[in-house]
Structures are given as structure tokens and as C-alpha cells.
């Protein structure tokens, strides 16, 4: 079975700091594919970043890049220079390749402060 | 674009009533899941479909059923309501296959309360 783990429930950073949110997965599939989602106060999820298990780079999109330890079988977010709109609750999420099945681990809750 | 919409967004139910969930997507996707989100424990997977007439459970299906007559539809039912179905829910959908990465599209969330 399939398995995230956040270790975080909560994480305070400096305005203009990097970040990094741990994650780690357990799954026996050779094709996985690895997610991060945000969740603002006002409850929508946002999608942020995709990793693909067979992608050789480390996804980047923006601010955000994935960390993605294939042997350690890790996908931590760093969020560099931190802004106050960045505080909210982040989810990783994996599900088999091509995005079936998708599950979250149970979120690390972000706090910028000024 | 609409998007995933899901409707209602707030419900007050008391405990043996039943509801339904509703759960649209006019974006084609194939793929839609329903998940319940509470505290501390993250989105749980309730149950997914594949493609219409397809459906199978996910992580967290008792006491919901699921079917998937159109593409764009996705309802879930709660045939008699417990108070530990007290939850946000939320509708996703997506569409997967090669060379997609399957992220997930989501609803804004409906709001349950069971008394």
C-alpha cells in the first residue's frame, strides 16, 4: 500500500527565508508520480509542483522546487524567499503514474512571518 | 471555465439522514475522486471512477456510495448520516494517461455537519 508522511505539523519561517517542507513516501510501484498542493485560509486547493518518479531533475516551478530523493524516497517542497501570502497549509500527495489514485499525507501547516 | 463544481456547499444533516453530494466537471477528465478532509488527518480518499460506469473504493468508502452514469458527473451519497461523517468534502477530477502528470482539479468543498 501506498503511504505519505508529513513530520511537520507546523513550521514557522522568516519573510524572504527559504523553506523546506519534508515529505516521505512508501510505495512498491516502480511508477509513481509526487505532488504538492496548497490550501490557503479559504479552504481551495491549489496546485503547486509535480515529480514524476522516472523524472532525472528536480521539478522547479517559480519559488517552488521539489527535492526528490528517489533512494531516500523523499519529496521535500522548498519555498524560497518566503512571502506572508505563502502562509497556509501544504499537502503532498502521491498517486500511480498518469494520476490515478491520488493520496495526501496530513499537511504541514506554514506560518511567514514579517 | 466552471471548472469542478460542487454543490451543496454547506449541509446540516442529523444523524440517519441521507444526502446527496453533487460533483460536476465540464473539463472532459476521466478521472474524479471524492475525498473527505479533517483535521490533522489531511484528504482521505472516499472513492474514485475511472471513466463512466467505472467506480471503486478508495481509502475511506464505508458509508458512501458512489456511481458515475456521465463523464461529467461524480455524486456521492450518504444513505444514513453518522456524526463521524462530519467532514469538508471535496470533488477532484483529472485527466490522466501518458505523458499527463494527473494533477488534480478541485471543487471549492462542501461543508457537512451531522448532528
Known amino acids: 500500500a501506498q503511504k505519505i508522511t508529513q513530520t511537520q505539523p507546523g513550521m514557522f519561517v522568516q519573510e524572504k527565508e527559504a523553506v523546506t517542507l519534508d515529505c516521505t513516501y512508501d510505495t512498491s510501484d516502480p511508477s509513481y508520480g509526487l505532488f504538492w498542493y496548497k490550501q490557503p485560509s479559504s479552504g481551495e486547493m491549489i496546485f503547486l509542483i509535480y515529480?514524476?518518479?522516472?523524472?532525472?531533475q528536480n521539478a522547479t516551478e517559480g519559488r517552488y522546487s521539489l527535492n526528490f530523493q528517489k533512494a531516500r524516497k523523499s519529496a521535500n517542497l522548498v519555498i524560497s524567499a518566503s512571502q506572508l501570502g505563502d502562509s497556509a497549509m501544504y499537502f503532498c500527495a502521491m498517486s500511480h503514474l498518469g494520476g490515478f489514485k491520488t493520496i495526501f499525507g496530513a499537511g504541514t501547516r506554514l506560518f511567514v512571518k514579517a | 471555465n466552471a471548472g469542478v463544481t460542487q454543490t451543496p456547499k454547506f449541509q446540516v444533516l442529523k444523524t440517519g439522514q441521507s444526502m446527496t453530494l453533487q460533483c460536476a466537471q465540464d473539463m472532459n477528465h476521466e478521472y474524479m475522486s471524492w475525498y473527505r478532509q479533517d483535521p490533522g488527518m489531511g484528504l482521505r480518499l472516499i472513492h474514485y471512477s475511472v471513466g463512466a460506469g467505472i467506480t471503486d473504493q478508495g481509502e475511506v468508502p464505508n458509508g458512501y456510495n458512489v456511481s458515475r452514469s456521465t463523464t461529467e458527473d461524480f455524486p456521492l451519497r450518504l444513505l444514513s448520516a453518522a456524526p463521524s461523517q462530519t467532514s469538508v468534502y471535496f470533488c477532484a477530477s483529472s485527466s490522466p494517461g501518458q505523458g499527463a502528470t494527473g494533477e488534480l482539479f478541485f471543487g471549492e468543498g462542501s461543508r457537512l455537519t451531522v448532528l
Open positions: 515529480q514524476g518518479s522516472y523524472d532525472q
